[in-house]
């Protein structure tokens, strides 16, 4: 692992875990990651990737994950522009006017809101296993879930072996730690999908790392309530993306099929969609971190 600085920053009342590698007067890349996961779930190997390409690269835990603060989100609900707002404060608290901007599932929909948004701070665009941030996945969820057929005017919802998980796991009890990383390890390996091979020590260090390092592991859950929230400016036609945009999507997705990265793709004028055989939505596959992290520095060369 290339060195790195680690530090706190603040973000309106909310302080967040942030770390820093390689020479910060090279171009800077903002890693944002997705739904639940603190910035571990960027891994050492890709991060090391860019760095030996010379970027300067942050990761950060998102509130309510890792070691950045937990919120009371019934008294203090947030939405995906607060999330937004965070990884602005993360470029604010490094002195960073402007970064390329790469985000993984819910990552991807808080980067495409500041190129939206903040269209200043973004200097390229790479969206990693998402769909565009204003496509609510909700009915396609019930519908699924409640057996009828999916809406053809709607994204498909998620894979049945998916779905399926959910509901097993619903039921399992997470008491003890050993049950908490248990039921990690499980999701992550259907999030995997079944075409690639499954790292699965890099998996349960990602698990273990992750729970031991967060202040409340239920807190993680208000992610989804948050990006359930379907607010007016994430609404905004993605027509209006400026950046160089990079889609990047697996072709045996079970949480966002691939019609969801066409999809966003599609919407972002100018954009490239580079589809991986085989990912599924995760970075947990031998090789599959340097391969994505190659895709990142071509883009940001370019």
Request: proline share 9%.
């Amino acid at each position: 692992m290339v060195a790195r600085e680690a530090k706190f920053i603040t973000s309106g009342n909310v302080l967040l875990w942030s770390e820093r590698f390689g020479d910060p007067a090279d171009p800077a890349v903002l890693l944002i990651m997705g739904t639940s996961t603190p910035g571990l779930g960027w891994p050492d190997e890709l991060v090391d990737r860019l760095v030996s390409g010379g970027r300067h690269v942050i990761r950060f835990d998102h509130r309510d994950t890792g070691r950045s603060d937990c919120v009371d989100f019934a008294a203090h609900p947030y939405t995906l522009g607060d999330l937004a707002g965070d990884a602005v404060a993360v470029l604010d608290a490094y002195g960073i006017p402007a970064a390329h901007i790469a985000g993984a599932s819910l990552g991807g929909a808080i980067a495409q809101w500041l190129a939206v948004h903040r269209p200043e701070r973004v200097r390229t665009l790479t969206l990693i296993m998402t769909g565009p941030m204003g496509a609510d996945a909700g009915p396609a969820w019930a519908r699924a879930l409640s057996g009828q057929e999916p809406d053809p005017d709607d994204l498909p919802p998620p894979a049945a072996r998916f779905l399926d998980h959910i509901m097993r796991s619903a039921t399992v009890p997470r008491t003890t730690r050993e049950e908490h990383l248990a039921a990690g390890l499980e999701t992550w390996r259907v999030l995997n999908g079944e075409v690639l091979p499954f790292d699965e020590e890099a998996a349960r260090r990602l698990v273990q790392e992750s729970y031991d390092a967060a202040r409340d592991p239920a807190a993680a859950a208000n992610h989804d309530l948050a990006g359930r929230v379907m607010t007016a400016d994430r609404l905004v036609p993605l027509s209006s993306i400026k950046a160089p945009t990079l889609v990047v999507h697996g072709t045996e997705d079970p949480l966002r099929p691939l019609p969801h990265g066409e999809a966003v793709a599609g919407q972002i004028p100018g954009a490239r969609l580079e589809t991986i055989p085989g990912m599924g939505h995760s970075f947990l596959s031998p090789g599959l971190p340097r391969r994505i992290a190659d895709l990142i520095l071509r883009h940001t060369t370019a």
